[in-house]
Structure formats: structure tokens, C-alpha cells
């Protein structure tokens, strides 16, 4: 079962970089609309109790996190490829984008939008930094977090005037769909590029590459399909145990180190090694299913 079906909502970041390499791929995928707050009973069904999105589902496999996403697309659809190519720096920008540059343009897209969001959403969002939002504090932060972002623009303005076409040079990498899906958000809050005329140029080349061929599917018709499907069976080795302390047959809580308050993965542990873990959940409407994470970003707790 090789169908791609993405859990996803059109206005997530997240999302567009999953989207986007869709399109540079030339794919063929399913597209579940998620609400965009809690509750989200469908997709919870599937990822035994996470709720961030997009989700990964073929199958009867789940994968969460854009950063394993990528890589399971890359490794079923090879070409066109997103190999590093020698002498850039695709993984230490995407590195860059995730601790440094994306919550610049979340300071700043919500700022500047932030009479137009509800108070439910901001709520919802709150709940999951474990912190309250306030909207007048968020106005404030937007004049910072714009000289943030045209300080970190001048710098990728230079990076991109020896006129590769992508930061990875030739062909983009993991760090482009990164970048892309960051700024792409920027301009979402109506930041201004047109200072940045090689940074301009490349966002014109990423979203070119479209969204592949989207075919609307219904959220009952995905829980079906993982109904009527088996997981694949998982590779051999990994390790028995995991410097937290947990081991493999134990049930354990898997929650995201950044905004993970409220949504974690439970079930029976099945493998787990430096980049990744399985999670088995029994569904009472789809059955089986092996919930996939990154083991970097995420704490894994006995479930008791």
C-alpha cells in the first residue's frame, strides 16, 4: 500500500513543505482536511493521541513530524532526489530555519493577523505552548521579530547572489522545503520580499513546483482504508533499550519537545534507535496501526 494520504489543513506551514514536495516530487496524493483546534477525534484515531499536523498516512502506517515525512516520501519517490550536494549547507539551514527563523515569522504573522484569529484558535494554541497568547502582546512583538526577519533575510540574500538556484545549490534539499514553508508563512503576515530580490527569485522557483495531482479524500474513507490494511512489517534491528530508560514491548507516552502539551502518542513501543521509533496502537475503529516519529525532538515516558 503505497497510496499517500496527507492529514493537513491549507493554512499550516507544516503542511506546505509536505505540499510543496509533493509538487517537486510529481505526486499523486490524498488530501484529509484537520480542523485547524482541538478537538480532533478523527486524527487522534489514527496517531493514538496526536494532534499536530500534517500526518503521513499509507496504509496502516502513521507517520508524524515533517522531518520524517520528507524522508519517507524521499525513500518511496527517489527522483527527483534531495541529495546534499557537495559544499552547501542544506541540513545546517534547515537546522537554522527550526530553532531560529520560524518562530520569527510566527511572532510576526500572528501579529500582524491577530484581530482577524479567534479566540478559540489563540486558546487552542496556547494550550499547546503551555502559556497563555495575548493579543496585545503579540502586536507588540511584531516590530522585533520584522528586524529579526530582514536581518536573517539580508543573510540569505548573500547566500543566494553567487547565483545558485536553490540553498542546496542545483537541486533544492530538505533544507529548501524548510525555508520555504517558513517564509512562505512570512508572507502569509504580508512581509515584504521585494528588498530581497535573490531570496524573491528562489520563493518564485519553490512554489513553482506546485502541489502535485490533490485528490480530496473524506476523513471516514482514510480510517476505512487503515481498517482494511495491515502495517508493514518493520526492519530488523534497532536497539532493545533507549537512554530514557524505556524498552521495547513497554508502553510508553511519546510528546513533542516543542508545543507537546496535550498531544502524545500512547501505545506499546515496537523499535527504537537514534533517528526514529514505532509505536503500536490498537484503534477500536481502525485496528492496528504503527504510529512512526523522529526519536530526536520527542520524550519517550513509560505510559503510566
Known amino acids: 500500500m503505497t497510496d499517500l494520504v496527507l492529514h493537513h489543513y491549507n493554512e499550516s506551514p507544516y503542511a ?12 499523486s496524493w490524498h488530501s484529509v482536511i484537520v480542523p485547524r483546534i482541538a478537538p480532533k477525534p478523527d486524527l487522534t484515531e489514527l496517531t493514538g493521541g496526536y494532534r499536530k499536523v500534517p500526518v503521513l498516512q499509507i496504509g496502516a502506517d502513521i507517520y508524524c513530524d515533517t522531518r ?3 524522508q519517507v516520501i524521499d525513500g518511496l519517490n527517489p527522483l527527483p532526489g534531495l541529495q546534499t550536494t557537495p559544499g552547501t549547507f542544506s541540513e545546517v539551514v534547515e537546522h537554522w530555519v527550526d530553532v531560529n527563523l520560524f518562530g520569527r515569522a510566527v511572532a510576526y504573522t500572528f501579529g500582524r493577523n491577530v484581530d482577524r484569529l479567534p479566540d478559540v484558535f489563540l486558546a487552542d494554541r496556547a494550550a499547546l505552548r503551555g502559556a497563555p497568547l495575548d493579543r496585545e502582546a503579540l502586536k507588540q512583538a511584531v ?13 540569505l540574500e548573500h547566500g543566494l547572489a553567487g547565483g545558485q538556484p ?31 530580490p535573490c531570496v524573491s527569485a528562489w520563493l518564485a522557483r519553490m512554489q513553482a513546483f506546485g502541489h502535485g495531482v490533490r485528490q480530496e ?6 480510517l476505512a482504508l487503515a481498517a482494511n490494511s495491515q502495517p508493514q512489517t518493520l526492519p530488523e534491528g534497532g536497539t532493545s533499550a533507549d537512554p530514557s530508560g524505556v524498552q521495547v514491548g513497554q ?3 511519546v510528546t513533542p519537545e516543542q508545543l507537546g ?22 484503534s477500536p475503529r481502525c485496528g492496528t496501526l504503527h504510529v512512526h516519529l523522529p526519536r530526536v525532538g520527542y520524550r519517550v515516558r513509560p505510559a503510566a
Open 16 to 27: 506546505e513543505k509536505i505540499r510543496t514536495l509533493m509538487g517537486y516530487k510529481g505526486l
Open 68 to 70: 520524517l515525512i520528507l
Open 143 to 155: 516590530p522585533l521579530a520584522e528586524q529579526e526577519l530582514v536581518t536573517h533575510m539580508q543573510w
Open 166 to 196: 536553490f540553498v542546496n545549490g542545483g537541486h533544492p534539499g530538505s533544507g529548501d522545503f524548510n525555508l520555504y514553508a517558513t517564509l512562505w508563512f512570512a508572507q502569509q503576515g504580508r512581509f515584504d520580499f521585494s528588498a530581497f
Open 217 to 222: 479524500m473524506t476523513a471516514e474513507d482514510a
Open 251 to 253: 508502553s510508553v507516552r
Open 261 to 282: 502539551h496535550g498531544t502524545s502518542v500512547m501505545g506499546e513501543l515496537l523499535r527504537i534507535d537514534p533517528q526514529q521509533l514505532t509505536v503500536r496502537v490498537q
